[in-house]
């Protein structure tokens, strides 16, 4: 019997936000909460996401969800960053905080608890405000999440993103490499690197206490030296890159897909084909330029493996400049692709630009990306077919029982295999290709 409070989490969106909420179970955790992985809980914290309006109403969903089990609900994350007041009188709501201060979130819990009182407290993004330290020293998974970056300062005309995570802070350079050193002391084989806009990386360091001695003499840390350097720890076999945008690739971040520990994977947001709807978007690159960087992506990595995000229906877009959007997924030959449909997020200038594309329309575009992504990613996978790959055997199996994990070039394996394989990595021969992923044998 524990007279233990015990506390649960849901988390919405982006990798950036799973490792946010595994520092904040650490902070309660480290506060006497018990932490509940299922089942009711005595406080139901939802780190939420406000990326399109309709991640917002799934987070309003889980908070009444939350209320009706008797939870009592605190609300956190980039939803209350940019739109508090749509949260504060939800039923059930003790708390509400935004992104900042996280590691304060529990003093918060406890005072709403021993007031009585709903507390708010979100803070609004100071300019030059430096990256929050929250360390991770406790994972689930078999790779580990490792914040390098925070914030965005494009402000593309549809995201509401800079809003809600502020301007670009970057994580010291020692303090990188730290919780690297540790977590591949504890065991860890893949690190993934993650961040709001990862290629901001050392934008916002200027100082000569940011300065790093290198072979070429001192200079401000970016990408790919966080990279060099990450790839100098001995023991840490894959290094994985998280979402890139397209103008952040330059040629020194492609050189570093010769590294042996980094994954042969680029995650690259196109959004659109079109050249003129990518500029109406706020985009800083053409389609030619995508094409390009995809190459020579391609040029030092012959079997890299391209995934993108595509948006239909923006503001606009008419059949032609759809039809570029295909043309240009097929020429990037994409591994996966994740379609989704534009909605206006109220805050952002596109929602209120005009020529709002019909919602039938909408999804008339979307079923056809969606076909041609996956035509494109089984075309991908069957390249595979014969071959030895290697795979990070996760923790938990498939439904139906096998073991699964991803190559390195992110294509998703399934095969059949004792318990004791999870958490290894091991080769396996590719026996049959899905759309979805592979099929292997040991």
């Not at 840390?221 to 840490?236: C, Q």
């Not at 493996?305 to 759809?322: A, L, Q, R, Y």
């Amino acid at each position: 019997m524990t007279n233990k409070k015990t506390v649960s989490f849901k988390t919405f969106g982006c990798k950036q936000n799973q490792y946010d909420t595994d520092f904040l179970k650490q902070v309660f955790r480290e506060k006497g909460y018990e932490i509940c992985e299922s089942g009711p809980a005595d406080i139901f914290v939802i780190n939420t996401c406000t990326v399109t309006s309709r991640s917002a109403a799934k987070c309003r969903q889980a908070i009444r969800a939350a209320a009706r089990s008797g939870a009592k609900v605190v609300v956190t994350g980039c939803y209350p960053q940019v739109a508090k007041d749509e949260l504060v009188n939800l039923p059930g709501v003790i708390a509400v905080t935004g992104v900042r201060n996280r590691k304060g979130l529990v003093d918060v819990v406890e005072r709403a608890l021993t007031t009585g009182e709903k507390v708010v407290d979100v803070q609004p993004h100071e300019k030059d405000a430096s990256f929050e330290e929250t360390p991770v020293t406790s994972r689930s998974l078999t790779r580990a999440f490792l914040k390098i970056q925070e914030g965005c300062d494009d402000y593309c005309t549809y995201c509401i993103v800079p809003y809600a995570r502020g301007p670009s802070r970057s994580r010291p350079m020692e303090d990188i490499l730290w919780e690297a050193r540790r977590l591949v002391e504890v065991g860890y084989k893949e690190i993934v690197l993650t961040g709001t806009h990862l290629g901001l990386y050392g934008k916002d360091l200027f100082s000569s206490s940011d300065m790093i001695d290198t072979w070429d003499g001192p200079k401000t840390p970016d990408l790919p030296l966080v990279i060099r350097n990450l790839t100098e720890i001995e023991g840490l076999l894959r290094l994985r890159l998280s979402s890139l945008e397209p103008h952040d690739v330059t040629p020194a971040l492609i050189h570093c897909l010769r590294y042996p520990q980094v994954c042969n994977h680029l995650h690259l947001p196109l959004q659109s084909g079109s050249d003129e709807i990518l500029g109406i978007m706020g985009r800083p690159y053409d389609s030619s330029t995508f094409l390009d960087i995809v190459e020579e992506a391609r040029k030092v990595s012959p079997n890299i493996g391209i995934s993108s995000d595509i948006m239909v229906g923006f503001p606009g877009e008419n059949g032609k400049e759809f039809e570029d959007t295909l043309k240009v997924m097929e020429s990037a030959r994409f591994s996966r692709v994740h379609v989704f449909r534009y909605s206006p997020r109220p805050g952002t200038p596109a929602s209120n630009f005009e020529g709002q594309v019909p919602e039938k329309e909408k999804e008339r575009r979307s079923k056809a990306a969606i076909a041609l992504g996956r035509k494109l990613s089984l075309e991908f996978n069957q390249r595979l077919l014969g071959k030895r790959v290697e795979v990070l055997v996760e923790e938990d199996r498939s439904r139906e029982g096998f073991l699964q994990g991803l190559t390195r070039n992110y294509v998703r394996v399934w095969f059949q295999g004792p318990d004791e394989l999870k958490g290894e990595i091991v080769e396996v021969r590719v026996c049959q290709a899905r759309h979805y992923g592979v099929f292997a044998s040991v």
